[in-house]
């Protein structure tokens, strides 16, 4: 009997999963932000959430105001330090590796989700797509996408046990102003890192060809 659909669900980030809507996703590899790095930022977290809750009582409004302290969480420390890259795992560096990451993006685009663009970088993925009508749900498609990849890329490094960080970062895009930016974040993702010049440049980002045009 399958689940029923949970279009909200909690760990540590709060998640907001629409059956079809687009998506932006980042999932790193595990061990890839210190712990100790992890714990200071929860505590910024939850003392900023604390008083988001006592200026701004109503639901709707709290809810506004805490997905905006984790998107800027998120553009401020969580992806700035995984870009600087200081410390390892480095395991998506590997041609090999990056490449099973990518055929299964590719696998999921055919079958779950129409795939924009993703960019693979040595510890982290970003990926845009917008889901198909009747597909599982988002962290069914991507629980199989992490699951797969991880026993693959654990048998080419000849290594055992965990490859992704558990959770993911999932922002839903919410109008076409958001999905240009976000695009472009995408895409200039290594160019900021200093990698390359151009984005066409990096081996591992896709950029859909409707939207290269747009994008170049």
């Not at 659909?5 to 687009?22: E, T, V």
């Not at 930016?181 to 200039?188: E, F, N, Q, T, V």
Request: proline share 7%.
């Amino acid at each position: 009997m399958p689940r029923p659909y949970k279009p909200r669900y909690r760990r540590r980030l709060p998640h907001l999963q629409p059956k079809q809507g687009a998506f932006f996703i980042t999932y790193r590899l595990h061990g890839s932000i210190p712990m100790g790095l992890l714990r200071k930022w929860k505590v910024e977290l939850e003392e900023e959430k604390a008083q988001i809750d006592f200026s701004f009582p109503g639901e709707i409004t709290i809810r506004e105001k805490l997905t905006e302290v984790y998107r800027r969480y998120f553009f401020e420390k969580y992806d700035p330090h995984l870009d600087q890259n200081p410390n390892g795992p480095y395991w998506l560096s590997r041609s090999d590796v990056a490449k099973v990451v990518a055929d299964s993006l590719s696998y999921c685009g055919e079958h779950f989700f129409h795939l924009w663009a993703y960019c693979i970088m040595s510890n982290h993925v970003h990926a845009l797509f917008t889901l198909r009508e009747g597909c599982p749900p988002l962290y069914d498609i991507l629980g199989r996408h992490k699951s797969f990849t991880a026993n693959e890329a654990n048998k080419l490094l000849g290594r055992e046990g965990k490859f992704w960080h558990h959770e993911s970062y999932d922002h839903l895009v919410r109008d076409d102003k958001s999905f240009a930016r976000i695009l472009d974040y995408i895409l200039k993702n290594p160019v900021k890192a200093k990698l390359v010049r151009q984005w066409q440049d990096w081996p591992w980002t896709y950029c859909s060809e409707e939207l290269v045009p747009r994008s170049s």
